[in-house]
């Protein structure tokens, strides 16, 4: 109960002073800490008067939150009484004499240990604990000192890690203090890319950074500051003697990239739907590693911190300030989030980070059959199937349906292709716990889908929430080329919750929260690493405007040759370009173009054989109405198009019911179907995926002279030039002329 009265009184101190913790009103919007020494009024500049409100203005959230902690419970308002006046030059033998008659009580909820709780048998992928189950549980919950043991480790790893932490970046990115204009360069997000270096393995490739000197790289993983435990295990599966302690230059230089806490944008990754199963994995291992590494140390903080405080209490030390030592906490225990399109690929990603978790680290690991059950196909967990990425699914497609389709569907949807998941993975000193509750949870993974249901319900009903993601300080967005075919839009909202001052306690130790968090500048110090295989203007706007880490930004600048050599029919290609000012005015002014040029050739063909492929779904919207009015004869092939209409229409296409059929690319990206009977394509919008002009222009059979007309304009640089090369793409865009062909 009284938690649960300082739970409250603390939000209602926090509103009053226009931060602290959020409005649980279900209609409103979070609120973030104003910057510190900031003025909460921008009035109270021009008064000429000082009062007292302004004067408070100036002082940090950090300070405002401990008043309020002050007045809520005893123990705190001892230790703030002790630095102020410690600050007002009070010497420690002074206060203990004025302290003689209080007690000093320490709240190390990290000794606690921590109930595992089974799961409950439903569909909901991880574990519900009751409200008040989380607040007994308190900080132990929230950080990983999971039983007794914990508190002491081998003398050996004690030394080894303490050595490691004095030179690791994950002490320096954790302890750096933002000053107030450095925040405001950040709000700001002007950095430009200034210094460039060469991207290991990928020779059309090379990195770009915000920082002024070049990236610094090594081989071996003690100078990275690596957990000895985890060097060790890596060392054992993964070293080759050619390449240090990893298995290639682009593995070791990548890890060197996450191991920097920089935000990352990795726009040129071979996946395993396109043959780069290596690749792929090397990549995925390397920022599974940089997670490891930064869990662990996390905890080995917590647990050093936590036998400190208790050796103090027992002794009833006082001398040491207990909050300048022990801010190694967030608000939450959840310290990253891993963001993958579908369960099967979820399934290779959770398998490859157990298999890093050193031997004597996963003892015991909970839940594993469950796990394989629903995000595998049921088969053996040790079949190399699983490995290639191909066959680790629930929602099966018969061998049959999916043999003809080209290599990387099969790879991609030859298993689990359910996109609504998300399951949480606690990591304590000898078990892996799988399907944990979000908030004793250390690693989070979960699709767009299944983040964006939890988020609609925590809006929905006031009893949820989604506090578990209020201290994320690790984001991987990985398969961000997949993702798009889903629903970006649910990444930018995901993106938008992260690093928001929660709207309940959670058993939290306010003592321990790092500063930053208190201060509202958790979002400056969240490290994000977006993977994909190619980079959009969605993916750059979302690097450019949400990633705004105060260690700097590294992005891959990538140079194309073009998929044109893959076209392997007689095609005139003729590629049209049309003129237009803003990026706002591109669907308008493309719609126009086709209505004035194209349309009127195609209306009434005497043959039929025509098909538009469309990228964007709202284009397709906009054709189909406009093909309505005009009692054009048209069929539907949409991502949203009933199987029996889809039929109907493919078949009226190719017997020349139908004159034009309009092909939208998300329709070809989940069903590659096989389209029979065309003549023309034309290509109203180029697609995202550029393997996807060559598959549909390879689709003419029996034609003679066939042609193939693209739409585009300057804004459609980055699909251009993966199509037609870059070379060729700077000179389509600047040319004077406005008419291309290829042949």
């Known amino acids: 109960m009284k938690r649960k009265a300082e739970s409250r009184h603390l939000q209602r101190s926090a509103a009053v002073r226009g931060g602290g913790l959020r409005n649980v009103s279900k209609n409103s919007h979070p609120l973030e800490f104003p910057p510190a020494n900031e003025p909460l009024d921008d009035s109270s500049e021009e008064s000429e008067v000082d009062t007292d409100e302004e004067k408070q203005g100036d002082r940090s959230m950090y300070h405002t939150l401990l008043s309020s902690l002050k007045s809520s419970c005893g123990s705190f308002a001892h230790v703030y009484d002790k630095r102020q006046r410690e600050q007002e030059g009070v010497s420690s033998a002074e206060e203990d004499e004025q302290d003689t008659e209080l007690e000093s009580e320490s709240d190390v909820s990290g000794d606690a240990e921590v109930e595992e709780v089974e799961p409950m048998e439903s569909s909901e992928e991880e574990v519900v604990e009751s409200e008040e189950d989380r607040d007994i549980e308190g900080t132990a919950g929230q950080l990983a000192v999971d039983d007794e043991d914990d508190v002491e480790d081998d003398d050996e790893d004690r030394e080894n890690n303490e050595a490691s932490m004095s030179i690791s970046s994950f002490k320096l990115h954790t302890t750096h203090t933002l000053a107030e204009a450095d925040v405001q360069k950040l709000k700001e997000g002007k950095r430009k890319f200034k ?28 100078s990275y500051g690596v957990q000895s435990r985890l060097q060790k295990h890596w060392q054992s599966i993964h070293k080759k003697p050619d390449c240090g302690d990893f298995t290639s230059a682009k593995q070791s230089q ?10 990352i944008l990795h726009s040129n990754k071979n996946a395993f739907l396109c043959g780069g199963q290596d690749d792929d994995s090397s990549i995925m291992d390397a920022y599974l590693l940089h997670i490891l590494n930064h869990i662990y140390k996390t905890r080995d903080l917590v647990t050093k911190n936590s036998a400190r405080l208790s050796q103090q209490a027992e002794q009833k030390d006082k001398t040491i300030d207990a909050m300048g030592l022990s801010q190694d906490q967030g608000f939450t225990r959840p310290k990253v989030l891993i963001v993958l399109p579908l369960r099967s690929i979820a399934l290779r990603t959770v398998k490859s980070l157990i298999d890093l978790i050193p031997s004597s680290c996963k003892v015991s690991i909970e839940y594993k059959n469950r796990l394989f059950d629903e995000f595998g196909n049921g088969e053996d967990e040790d079949n190399e199937a699983l490995k290639e990425g191909s066959k680790s699914g629930g929602q099966h497609k018969e061998k049959s349906q999916i043999s003809s389709k080209p290599a990387d569907f099969q790879a991609l949807f030859g298993g689990n292709n359910d996109d609504h998941f998300r399951i949480g993975i606690k990591i304590t000193k000898k078990s892996v716990k799988l399907y944990s509750d979000f908030y004793s949870s250390d690693i989070i993974v979960a699709s767009p889908v299944g983040l964006i249901t939890k988020i609609g319900e925590a809006e929905s009903e006031k009893n949820k929430d989604v506090d578990f993601l209020s201290s994320i300080e690790i984001l991987v967005i990985d398969y961000a080329d997949v993702i798009l075919m889903q629903n970006w839009s649910h990444v930018i909202s995901v993106v938008g919750e992260l690093n928001m001052i929660p709207t309940k306690q959670h058993g939290t130790d306010f003592m321990r929260i790092r500063e930053w968090y208190l201060n509202g500048q958790a979002r400056y110090y969240r490290q994000t690493i977006l993977l994909s295989n190619f980079v ?46 803003s990026a706002l005015d591109v669907d308008d002014e493309r719609f126009k173009f086709f209505v004035k040029k194209v349309f009127p050739k195609i209306k009434d063909p005497l043959q039929g054989g025509i098909m538009v492929f469309i990228s964007s779904y709202f284009d397709f919207v906009r054709l189909r109405n406009y093909m309505k009015s005009q009692d054009t ?11 029996s209409d889809i039929s109907r229409g493919r078949t009226w296409f190719f017997h020349g019911k139908r004159k034009i059929m309009l092909y939208t690319e998300r329709a070809h990206f989940y069903h590659r179907y096989k389209i029979r009977g065309i003549r023309d394509l034309i290509f109203y919008s180029l697609p995202e995926r550029n393997d996807f002009y060559a598959e549909l222009t390879n689709m003419f059979e029996g034609v003679d002279n066939p042609t193939c007309t693209v739409l585009f304009s300057r804004f459609d640089s980055l699909r251009l030039e993966r199509i037609v090369g870059a070379s060729s793409a700077k000179k389509m865009l600047n040319s004077e002329k406005k008419t291309f062909m290829f042949c």
């Not at 460039?196 to 090379?206: I, L, N, Y």
């Not at 990548?254 to 920089?262: E, P, T």
Request: proline share 3%; aromatic share 12%.
């Open 195 to 222: 210094a460039e270096f060469p991207a290991h393995g990928m020779p059309m490739c090379k990195w770009t950074t915000t920082n002024d000197s070049l990236h610094k790289e090594d081989d071996r993983l003690a």
């Open 254 to 263: 990548f890890f060197s990239l996450c191991n920097s806490y920089q935000d």
């Open 536 to 581: 959009n203007a969605e993916i750059n706007a979302l690097f450019n405007r949400s990633c705004l880490n105060y260690r700097g930004k590294v992005k891959l600048l990538s140079s194309y040759s073009g998929v044109l050599p893959k076209v392997v029919l007689q095609v005139r290609q003729v590629y049209e370009r049309f003129d237009c000012r």
């Open 633 to 643: 004869s048209f069929c539907l092939v949409g991502e949203y198009t009933k199987q």
